[in-house]
Every structure is written in structure tokens, then in C-alpha cells.
């Protein structure tokens, strides 16, 4: 089973921050970031995740901004170089969006990274859901959802491109001959698209783990197209195993049509464990968490998911119609599906989705917590699981020194760490340059 850590502020529950066992005295600084990433060690989790939006989340934020954290944070890439000094094993993975950088920016930061880091960092590639950064790149409005999936595309080849033009073997080093860089084996790119005019090559050499390892997180139909194209681990959102096993088994079918060999993604969906002795303890903590939801918060983060603003509407009624997302389509559709489905009202449904965004949520003793992950990675819904404790420290420490050893006893999780790239942990294959191989 492949598990990761997905970072976050003050834990991944919205309300976490007025919870009493969240230490506010503390700034989210070098330390802090530090705690957590010894923690996820100790557990032998195979990477540490940092999302990214750079600005505020489209038009229905003043609430979240007013009642939630989200206001102040580090940018990930910066953060996970701060946290490749201070572990030794773990991967390192960030989200940098493909709508408002360049290629050749991506591709160099990254590798250089995955250089420094002995081979441990991965790429989210995202398209940036948040129609409030359009305004903090030149850009009045969002390029339309579709469209960003387009310049995506281009855009992660021309990454994967730069990447490529180093083989092994590019240094020579060769003291007798004065001779250091063989360049038969550094090739430029040459590449002219309808976005990108990039020359190459690359300035940073290839990694311990060859390249970065690519990860997608889409669950639209462009977007999961994409994923299956292109990305080695899935980030995904799925409540329902059912469900999941649907999404699973679609991207496998999809990443076959587009000729790539099987076993080659790693599919993850988000687990917010509330762990505690008992059943009964572990809801009731959830609860408390879930009391400390304003309702005006509640509807502001319905509305963000959605990609609709619910502001005026009554929160004790019914979800209304609403015209498709240009935020998240995906995360869109599981939603409105749920409130159709379950008859609710807005109020359940923020309770029910927004404290956690919509990420599978399982409350209960260790044992129930490992018998659910076994399940669904035995029954083709998942790889693994990208773990979003809803407290922090707090909530990875029970998921580390609970859950996982109730894993390791079952032989589904690893004791010590048996390789030293992110590759060597996801069990991907290194990829060799195109030049090598002579395609
Ligand atoms: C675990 C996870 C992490 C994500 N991290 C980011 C992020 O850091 N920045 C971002 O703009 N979008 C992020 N997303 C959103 C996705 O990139 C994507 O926009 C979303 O899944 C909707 O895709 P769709 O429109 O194809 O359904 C994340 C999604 C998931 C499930």
C-alpha cells in the first residue's frame, strides 16, 4: 500500500484551528514543518504532499478568508526544499500550476530539487481551479476550464521534454582527457507548439530517480484523460468504493488506450482518518470538530467546491440547479450527485463535504480504519491513500502510531524504508531519455 502525507496549515479539517488541542501559539514556520515531517518518517510514509493556490479561491471567498487559515501559506516548492534538508528518506511532492508559469520554470525547479534531494521529489500538475490567481497574473479572467486542460497538455510535454534531453552517461568527468560533458548525450528540445517556443536543453542533469515523478489529480472527463496520458501517481477525491473502483478502473483502461504498459499510475484517493479507541470516541471527536463550523462558512465552502454561489439561498433547502463548474468540474459532480441522491439540505451537505472538502472520511478504532484501506486496495478502488489528518500534529500522530503499525502487522505497509528515491517507494520504473532508446 503506497501512503502519503498531504500537508497542511493547521490540519485539513476547516475548523481545526479553533479546536483546543490545536496549538496556535506556535507559527507555521521552519519547525513546525519540521515536526511533521520527522512524524511521516517515523511512519515510513512514501511522501510528504503540498498543495498550491496563488490567491484567493475564485469569487465566494470573503467567509473562508475571514473564518479559515487559508489566508497566509508557504509556496510548496520552497517548503519541500526546506524539508529535503531535514529527512533523509521521504518523498517530496508540489503542486505548480501549468496556467501561470512557463515550462522551462517547472522543469528546471523540479530537477533541481530532485538533484539535491537524492532523487525524492514528484510534480502535481495542476491547471489552477482558482479563478481569483487569473488576477494575480495579468489575466482579468480564468482561461475557460477546458482550455486550460489544452495548454496542460503541451505544457507537461514540453516539461517532460526538457527532462529528457539529459541520458545517462552525459558526464564524463574525465580528469586524463580534460573532457567533462560527453554532448552526444545532452540533446536541445527544438520544441515550437500553439503555446510554448522552448529551445532547451535543460540546465540541471538528470536525478538519482531519473526525473521527477509526475502526478495529476483530474476527475472530469478532460481531466481524466489527461491523468491517464501522462501522470504516474492520481490524486483523487472518492467517497464511495463503488465509485472508486468505477474511476479505478477507467483510468487503468484509459492509460492501456493511450499505450501505456499496466501498473504504470498509482491511484490515491484523500483519507481523512479520525482515529481513537473506540468507535463512539472517534465520532464524537469528529463531531466537535464539525460543531465549529460557522454557517456562513459552511455555505462559502459549498460554494467554493461547487463553483457556485450559494450565499443567497435558504440553508435549511435543497441544493439548487446550477450551470457546470469553470472551477472543479469533477469535484462538482460527486457532490451534487451525494445532495441529489441523499435528499439533502445545504447544511447537511457542508457537514457532510466541506469540513474535509469531500475527502473520504473514516472515524473509528485503528483496526476499522486499516480493515476499510485493505479493503479497498484489495478490491481495485485504490493503490494507496493520501492521508489528510483533520488535526496537525495531533491527527498524524495517532494515524503514524495507530494505523500504521495495525498495516505493517498485516504485511501491507513497509517497516523500514528498502530503497532511497520516490521511484524506489512508489515502485515505478526510472524512465530512460528518449535519445537512449533511439524513439
Ligand atoms: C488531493 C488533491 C490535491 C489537489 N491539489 C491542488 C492544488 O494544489 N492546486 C490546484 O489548483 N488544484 C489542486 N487540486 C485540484 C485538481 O488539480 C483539479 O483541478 C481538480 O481535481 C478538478 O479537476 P477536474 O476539473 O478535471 O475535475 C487537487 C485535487 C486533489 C484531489
Not at 469553470?326 to 451525494?338: E, F, H, S, T
Not at 457542508?350 to 469540513?355: L, P
Not at 528498502?418 to 531519455?433: A, I
Request: with cysteine; charged share 25%.
Amino acid at each position: 500500500m503506497k501512503l502519503g502525507l498531504f500537508v497542511a496549515e493547521r490540519g485539513h479539517h476547516i475548523a481545526a484551528w479553533r479546536d483546543p488541542a490545536t496549538e496556535l501559539e506556535r507559527d507555521v514556520g521552519f519547525s513546525y514543518y519540521a515536526n511533521l515531517a520527522a512524524i511521516a518518517e517515523r511512519g515510513c510514509l512514501d511522501f510528504l504532499f503540498n498543495a498550491d493556490i496563488g490567491g484567493p479561491s475564485g469569487p465566494y471567498s470573503a467567509e473562508r478568508l475571514r473564518r479559515t487559515t487559508g489566508a497566509s501559506r508557504v509556496e510548496p516548492l520552497t517548503l519541500l526544499a526546506a524539508m529535503s534538508s531535514v529527512t533523509r528518506h521521504i518523498g517530496l511532492i508540489a503542486t505548480m500550476s501549468t496556467t501561470y508559469c512557463e515550462p522551462f520554470h517547472i522543469a528546471r525547479f523540479f530537477a533541481g530539487l530532485d538533484q539535491l534531494s537524492g532523487g525524492r521529489v514528484g510534480w502535481n500538475v495542476v491547471t489552477t481551479y482558482s479563478e481569483g490567481e487569473a488576477r494575480n497574473f495579468g489575466r482579468e479572467i480564468h482561461l475557460s476550464h477546458d482550455e486550460r486542460y489544452e495548454r496542460a497538455k503541451e505544457f507537461t510535454e514540453v516539461v517532460l521534454g526538457l527532462w529528457d534531453c539529459w541520458e545517462d552517461g552525459a558526464i564524463l568527468a574525465d580528469r586524463e582527457s580534460g573532457i567533462f560533458l560527453d554532448p552526444a548525450k545532452l540533446h536541445p528540445l527544438d520544441h515550437r507548439g500553439d503555446h510554448f517556443s522552448v529551445r532547451g536543453p535543460l540546465t540541471v542533469g538528470r536525478s538519482a530517480q531519473g526525473q521527477p515523478v509526475l502526478v495529476q489529480a483530474g476527475q472530469s472527463e478532460v481531466g481524466r484523460d489527461f491523468a491517464a496520458r501522462t501522470a504516474e501517481v492520481i490524486f483523487t477525491v472518492q467517497q464511495d468504493l463503488d465509485e472508486a473502483k468505477e474511476f479505478y478502473a477507467d483510468v487503468q483502461n484509459r492509460a492501456a488506450s493511450h499505450g501505456r504498459p499496466p501498473n504504470a499510475i498509482r491511484i490515491m484517493p484523500g483519507l481523512v482518518p479520525v482515529v481513537w479507541a473506540t468507535m463512539a470516541e472517534a465520532e464524537e471527536k469528529y463531531d466537535k470538530l464539525q460543531s465549529l463550523i460557522h454557517p456562513d462558512l459552511g455555505i462559502s465552502l459549498l460554494s467554493h467546491i461547487l463553483g457556485f454561489d450559494l450565499s443567497g439561498y435558504p440553508v435549511d433547502g435543497p441544493l439548487p440547479d446550477m450551470p457546470p463548474s469553470n472551477a472543479q468540474q469533477g469535484r462538482q459532480k460527486l457532490v451534487a450527485d451525494l445532495a441529489r441522491r441523499e435528499n439533502m439540505t445545504l447544511r447537511q451537505l457542508y457537514m457532510k463535504v466541506g469540513g474535509v472538502r469531500a475527502h473520504l472520511t473514516l472515524c473509528g478504532t485503528p483496526d476499522y480504519i486499516a480493515d476499510v484501506m485493505e479493503e479497498w486496495v484489495a478490491t481495485g478502488a485504490a493503490d494507496g491513500f493520501n492521508i489528510l489528518p483533520p488535526t496537525l500534529p495531533q491527527g498524524l500522530e495517532d494515524f503514524v502510531d495507530h494505523v500504521v503499525p495495525v498495516l505493517q502487522r498485516r504485511g501491507l505497509f513497509r517497516t523500514v524504508y528498502d530503497g532511497t528515491t520516490l521511484r524506489d517507494h512508489l515502485e515505478l520504473p526510472v524512465p530512460v531519455s528518449k535519445w537512449a532508446t533511439g524513439h
